[in-house]
Every structure is written in C-alpha cells, then in structure tokens.
C-alpha cells in the first residue's frame, strides 16, 4: 500500500512538474514561443533571454513553487518522508519532460520538453525544508555569478541541497531520505544537462549574467583596437 502511494505521489509531482509556466509567461507577454528561441527550454534563463528580466524571474519562482507544492501535497496527504522525495523527484521530472509539450521530432520519434530543473529542484528541496532556501539560492546566485554560467548554477542546486540535508540528518534533524534526494535531483539535472556540460567542456557554452556582460565589452574593446591597427 505504501509503494502504491509513494508512486501516486510521484505522478502528482510529476502533473505539477509539467506545467510549462515559462512558456505561458513569454507567450502571454510576447507572443513569441519560448521553444524557438535560443535553447529551446521552458525555464527561467530562456524565458529571460525571449521576454527580459522580469518574466525569467516570475518563470523561475512559478518553476519552484512547482517543486515546494508537490512536497506540501505530499506531507498532507501523510506521505513518508520517501513519499515527499518522490513528489519532489516528480515535478523535478515533470519540469524537464513536461507531458504537455510532447512532439514528434525530425526522425519521426515522439519526445517530452521542458526546462532544465533547476527551479523544481530548489522548490522541492524547500518544501523538505524551507530554510534550505536560505543556502541555496545565494549559492546558486554565486554559481552563476562568478562562472557566468547558468548550466553550472542548475547543477550546483542539487549539490547544495544534498549538503543541507547531509548535515541536518547526521546531526538528527532530518531524514537521510532527504539525502537521497540530492543525490537523485544531481544525476537527474547531470541527464537533462549533457548538452550543456558537453559545452563547457568545449568552452562554447553560452554564458549569461554580469560576466557575459564583461566578456562581451572585452571582446568589443579588444575588436576595437583590432580595428585601429
């Protein structure tokens, strides 16, 4: 009885998980769909780069409160605290292959869009714990902030959870389960971030954020002095 709750409450996260708030915000505020624009994802960074800083962010926190609610159904409904990892799992997969962006692809094959993960990821890890937000968003912040990349502040998310969690269950305030959720929430993102990670290891990954910024007034200057010589 117990694995046939912990699965429903893998659907339900999953249900909540898909639901594709960024390319709602960019369609209801541009017109244009999020999908054809630059990687193609639902998430809050694509949704910043097609409709500017407000709609990635309102995407971003919608994205996590995906997560927190998924968790918060999950304690109501007397979920143990595997029940309320597999809700958090869910709408971190539902996030990433939303059931209502199903298509068929150029070989013919159907396929699940979505976002990254990184938004769910962090929503979930607060309905675990909600103070968990208090470490995580400033170190995601940090990721993106000094390496300009926002593939890496996606996988620093679950990283970071995983040591909260890690901490309070070895000091008794929190279940090892929720462990397991970071360990799990990291392979998730590691899966839906090949490509990404296969950038950055070719240096070709796109950056964004006040270093791109910086990067991209250094290449204008350095082409500048080209021109003058």
């Given amino acids: 009885m117990q694995i046939l709750l912990d ?9 909540l998980g898909s639901i594709p708030f960024g390319l709602i915000i ?4 541009t017109g244009k769909d999020v999908r054809k624009i630059e990687s193609g994802r639902t998430g809050g960074t694509n949704a910043y780069r097609a409709a500017g800083i407000w709609a990635g962010v309102l995407t971003g926190f919608l994205d996590g409160a995906k997560g927190t609610v998924a968790v918060w159904l999950a304690i109501a409904l007397s979920g143990t605290p595997i029940g309320l990892v597999c809700a958090g799992l869910g709408s971190i997969l539902g996030h990433i292959f939303s059931i209502f962006l199903a298509e068929r692809g150029e070989n013919g094959r159907w396929r699940l869009r979505g976002g990254a993960g990184g938004a769910p990821t962090g929503g979930a890890a607060a309905g675990l714990w909600f103070p968990s937000i208090l470490f995580i968003v400033p170190g995601a912040l940090a990721a993106i902030y000094f390496t300009g990349y926002a593939s890496m502040a996606t996988l620093s998310i679950p990283l970071l959870a995983l040591v909260v969690f890690a901490v ?12 397991l959720y ?13 490509p990404n990670i296969k950038r950055l290891i070719n240096g070709t990954e796109r950056m964004v954020g006040p270093r791109a910024k910086r990067r991209a007034a250094q290449t204008s200057a350095e082409s500048g002095k080209n021109g003058e010589l």
């Fill in 7 to 15: 699965f429903g409450l893998l659907l339900l996260g999953y249900l």
């Fill in 168 to 179: 309070r269950a070895y000091f008794g305030y929190g279940s090892w389960a929720y462990v």
């Fill in 26 to 29: 960019v369609k209801l505020g």
């Fill in 182 to 194: 970071g360990i799990l929430a990291e392979l998730i993102l590691i899966w839906a971030l090949r």
